[in-house]
T-cell receptor, first 116, second 112 residues
Framework: DTGVSQDPRHKITKRGQNVTFRCDPI?????LYWYRQTLGQGPEFLTY????????KSRLLSDRFSAERPKGSFSTLEIQRTEQGDSAMYLC??????????????FGPGTRLTVL | AQSVAQPEDQVNVAEGNPLTVKCTYS??????LFWYVQYPNRGLQFLLK??????LVKGSYGFEAEFNKSQTSFHLKKPSALVSDSALYFC??????????FGQGTELSVKP
């Protein structure tokens, strides 16, 4: 069990550029979640996958955001035409679907995005 | 809608003293409740969760939490605080699909 990994850990970009983040979940986990956390706040749900299917997207996820999980393994989160308001920590978590809502999510270290 | 509230932005305790980080909840149906800890510039680490059964839940690093249905609370506790416990603590409740709804967080500061 190597845990959830995320890459890169830090990303600095200029406004208007596109960025892509990667998340590798715990290998046997079939659910994968993306959250966004701004300074001084708790994480907020963005989207989640069960295997390769994207089952829900938050209203926070504007059309500039897209997420994929090809083959039900790693996932990518892309932000197009970044804005300063996108600056945040992007967290990925994975879980093994067994008890439903009571399943424990394990988080990666996060990707900190700074948009200049 | 499921929600949790953490009424204290910051809790200060002396090393060796007991600590309590408060969380209240509002849920429909059976309450499932989680506590996570976040160290600076790190992701969240799972501490413990309540599903059903015993109201006192034991978790990682000597932490425990007490589920109180009548007070709709799920306070995190530790009998003797360590300086290394200083971190940001989040209470959370799962919504449909298991997505977590987090509280605002409580910053715990343990001084030597």
């Amino acid at each position: 069990d190597t845990g959830v990994s995320q890459d890169p850990r830090h990303k600095i970009t200029k406004r208007g550029q596109n960025v892509t983040f990667r998340c590798d979940p715990i290998s046997e986990h079939n659910r994968l979640y993306w959250y966004r956390q701004t300074l001084g706040q708790g994480p907020e749900f963005l989207t989640y996958f069960q295997n390769e299917a994207q089952l829900e997207k938050s209203r926070l996820l504007s059309d500039r955001f897209s997420a994929e999980r090809p083959k039900g393994s790693f996932s990518t989160l892309e932000i197009q035409r970044t804005e300063q308001g996108d600056s945040a920590m992007y967290l990925c978590a994975s879980s093994l679907l067994s008890g439903g809502r009571a399943d424990t999510q394990y988080f990666g270290p996060g990707t900190r995005l700074t948009v200049l | 809608a499921q929600s949790v509230a953490q009424p204290e932005d910051q809790v200060n305790v002396a090393e060796g003293n007991p600590l309590t980080v408060k969380c209240t909840y509002s849920v429909s149906g059976n309450p499932y409740l989680f506590w996570y800890v976040q160290y600076p510039n790190r992701g969240l680490q799972f501490l413990l969760k309540y599903i059903t059964g015993d109201n006192l839940v034991k978790g990682s690093y000597g932490f425990e939490a007490e589920f109180n249905k009548s007070q709709t609370s799920f306070h995190l506790k530790k009998p003797s605080a360590l300086v290394s416990d200083s971190a940001l603590y989040f209470c959370a409740v799962p919504n449909q699909g298991g997505k977590l709804i987090f509280g605002q967080g409580t910053e715990l500061s343990v001084k030597p």
